[in-house]
Every structure is written in C-alpha cells, then in structure tokens.
C-alpha cells in the first residue's frame, strides 16, 4: 500500500464513481435523456453567446451579464456530464486522483461563479428599476467588468480553499464515492484522516456563498416589488415583472437546489437524496437558462427573428 502513495500521502491512485443508479436497465435509458440534455445545454448556451456577440441591441449591461451566464453554464455542464455519460455505458466508472481533484476544482470556480453572476443580474433590475436615471452611470461597462472579475476573483478563491484542504486528505483503501462526480461530501466520506477542517471550510465557503448573494438577492427583489407597487398603471407594473421574472425562476432553480445539498448534515442516506438534488443545479439549471431567458425574452426573440431573416 506504501508504494503506491502519491507525493500528497494519499495510497490511493483512482476513485469509482457509483453514478445515478446501480440498475442496469436503467443505464441506456438515461444515458440518452442525459446527452439530449447537455446537447441542449451546449447548443442553447452556445447560441445565445453567438446571438449576444451579434446583435448590438443586446450589448447591455443585462445581457453582458446574461453572455457570462451562458459562458459559466457551458463550461459548467462540461466539467461532469461527459464523464457521466461515459460512465454510463463502461464497465467500471473510474477516475485518476488527478482528475478527480481537478474536477473537483473547476466544479467550485464555476459554481461560485454562477452564485455572483446571478447576484449582479439582481442588481442590475435593481438599479434599472430602482433607480433608472442612474442606470447609465451606475452600470457603466467598468462597473459590470468589476462586478465580473469580483465574482471570478472569489469562485477562484473559494475553489483553491475547497481543492486544497481535500488534498491535505488521506484516502486509504475506500475509493467509492457514492456521487456521479467528484463532489466535497462524498469525498470526505472517504477520508482516513481527520475532514474537521474541511467541514470548516464546506460551512464557512459554502455558507458565505449562498448566503451572502442569497440575501443580496432577495434585498434586491424587496426593494424591486416595493418600487414596482407604486407604479400606477397595470401595464406598467406588468412590464416591470416581466424584465424580473426569468431572472427569479432561475435563481429558485439554482440556489434552491444547491441549498438543499449543503446546507445539511453529510450522511449517507443524505448522499443519495443529495444526488438528485444535484441534478438540478449542475444539470437542469445549465439547460433551462437559455430556454428560460429565450422564451421569456422579447429582445431575444426579437434579435434572433432579425438575425434568422439576415440567414
């Protein structure tokens, strides 16, 4: 067992991953379901980057932020999915330690990400409801690159405090983790050595990001529907919910699901309802935003008729 630690004390070399399910007549069922899932992911992201980069009428502080959306959940979908896939149709569902923990990194960079992306989507209703007359100087494009790189800046951040404390971590003959990817909790189920510290970090990290742009966010939304109240037409108002109410959907779908996962006990009972949770922010959420913001969007639609006509 000594000789094949790795230079991180860690005799073990490759995990299994136990995937969704362990039925086999389950297996090519949801490997099709979940490659017309992320074939909608990567073709619905791609296409509202490209039709953002275009159209000019879309190059707004909204849709700057919407382009980075699009960007993380293309990227975000790709770190997993495929490996899932292919865990679907092989024999054992193995994964190097190397890949594992890089997996394990970029999963955090982009899921931080998304948290604060979200959150100056928030802002930015809030401010072009709020305060509109400010709107040009308050999200002007310096401010909407700093609230970007923030947001990159602390998923950075936040994915090197998660991977490092996992590295510092013994796995000494338990290599099954009972997830689809190489998520904290299940990981730290494996450990032989002491997780005190990386609990630490999963409440501290983890809380501060979903709690922080979690009351932002909802901040945000009282001050939007008090302003939004005291609009006297219907029509008016009307208008104003629809500029908000892609943005709501999307944030309940991800948070909701994310909270869910982490903010509770690590159990293994936990884990295996946590893998259906999961589903959702690192699978459906990625899929349903560009639909979401498509469909509900008339500047999208609007752009994408002007743009298909010009085809």
Sequence with gaps: MKQMAPENGSFVTEFILMGLTDRPDLQLPLFFLFLVMYLVTVLGNLGLMTLIGLSSQLHTPMYFFLFNLSFIDLHYSSVFTPKMLMNFISKKNVISYTGCMTQLYFYCFFIISECYVLTSMAYDRYVAICNP??????????????????????AFSGAMAHTGCMLRLTFCDANTINHYFCDILPLLQLSCS???????????????????????????????????????????RSKALSTCSSHIIAVSLFFGSGAFMYLKPSS????????????????VVPMMNPVIYSLRNKDVKMSLGKFLSRR
């Design 133 to 154: 007359l400010l709107y040009n100087t308050s999200m002007s494009p310096r401010v909407c690159c700093n609230l970007m790189l923030g947001s990159y800046l602390v």
């Design 194 to 236: 002491s997780i005190y510290v990386n609990e630490l970090v999963v409440y501290i990290v983890g809380g501060i990001n979903i709690i922080v742009p979690s009351v932002t966010i909802f901040l945000s939304y009282v001050f939007i529907l008090s302003s939004i109240f005291k609009i006297n037409s219907s029509e008016g």
């Design 268 to 283: 293994a009972g936990s884990m295996d309802e946590g893998k259906v949770s999961s589903v959702f922010y690192t699978i």
